[in-house]
């Protein structure tokens, strides 16, 4: 039986009255909430946290918003009624953000985010998620967790929103885990690897961001493989200098990102930009 992973935090509604003047006039305060959750490539601190109420993936002065404590924990303040609304969104920031993977800032900014209501570990993985869900409307929660399972050969009902990091220390699925994690590491690698064109000036291009993604995911059987067969270097090489290539051509990063997010139904197979089904030599050909 697969162990899951506790989620590590959850969503609290706290309604708050607030009474004024004498006698029986009151006024009240529209009810709270507050959403927490941890941050992660390894635990992130001091990364900035918001509420995308618009889903342009970069804060707006209207947006609750919080940061990151020394263990990657946040929580954000909302209104009651946004709870599990919209998507929370991570800016990891060059210099200020630190992984304590290696006690040591970020040396690129990247974005992370993750789907509505499901914010408890918000990480490369979550992501991920959030991108195949964005991109295809009809797809469900739990058919996007099949699909990514199925890209990394991972088992049925492993939790892909779990803590990998607490997921590795120990249990029956601590392997698993430990994979999720360094899959993580190079998937974080990779989006910060593209910060000049995804984050230009603290904005960010959504488009571009968006296709990266769609990169990362079409690729990503090919990262689990060549990580296993001590091939991710170069694989990692190749995958940087073929997504520039492709987000410099965006038009201002303007464009369709949903057939980079084509349904993957088998880890045997990558799919190429147009679509076409395409089967690994040996199980590490890059699905560019």
């Known amino acids: 039986m697969i162990k899951r992973i506790t989620a590590v935090a959850s969503i609290l509604t706290v309604g708050i009255i607030a009474g004024c003047g004498g006698g029986s006039g009151t006024s009240t305060t529209a009810p709270a909430a507050q959403i927490s959750g941890v941050v992660a490539d390894g635990y992130l601190q001091n990364a900035e946290v918001f509420l995308d109420m618009n889903n342009n993936y970069q804060w707006d002065g209207n ?3 919080t940061m990151t404590d020394s263990s990657g924990k946040y929580t954000l303040t909302v209104p009651a009624a946004d709870a599990g609304k919209y998507p929370v969104v991570v800016h990891a920031i060059a210099g200020s953000t630190m992984d304590r993977d290696t006690n040591q800032a970020v040396p690129n900014s990247y974005v992370l985010c993750a789907p509505a209501g499901k914010t408890d570990f918000i990480s490369p993985m979550s992501t991920l998620l ?5 991109a295809n409307p ?3 929660m739990a058919d996007a967790m099949t699909q990514l399972r199925n890209q990394m050969g991972m088992p049925a009902g492993l939790d892909m929103l779990a803590d990998y990091i607490a997921g590795s220390g120990a249990g029956q699925t601590q392997s698993q885990y430990q994979t999720m994690h360094q899959v993580a590491t190079q998937m974080a690698t990779l989006m910060g690897s593209q910060a000049t064109l995804v984050m230009p000036s603290n904005s960010v291009n959504a488009g ?3 296709t990266m993604m769609g990169v990362i995911d079409q690729n990503l059987p090919g990262m689990v493989y060549a990580m296993n067969t001590g091939t991710g270097s ?3 090489t190749q995958m940087q200098t073929q997504m520039q290539t492709m987000l410099m051509a965006m038009n201002g990063g303007s464009g369709s990102t949903t057939p980079l997010f084509t349904n993957m139904t088998s880890s045997r197979y990558f ?3 147009s679509g076409s089904k395409m089967k690994p030599t040996g199980g590490g050909t890059m699905g560019m």
């Open 63 to 65: 947006e609750p918003k």
């Open 130 to 134: 959030q991108q195949k869900l964005a």
């Open 138 to 140: 009809g797809l469900t």
């Open 208 to 210: 571009r961001f968006q």
């Open 234 to 236: 170069a694989f990692m």
């Open 271 to 273: 799919w190429n930009y």
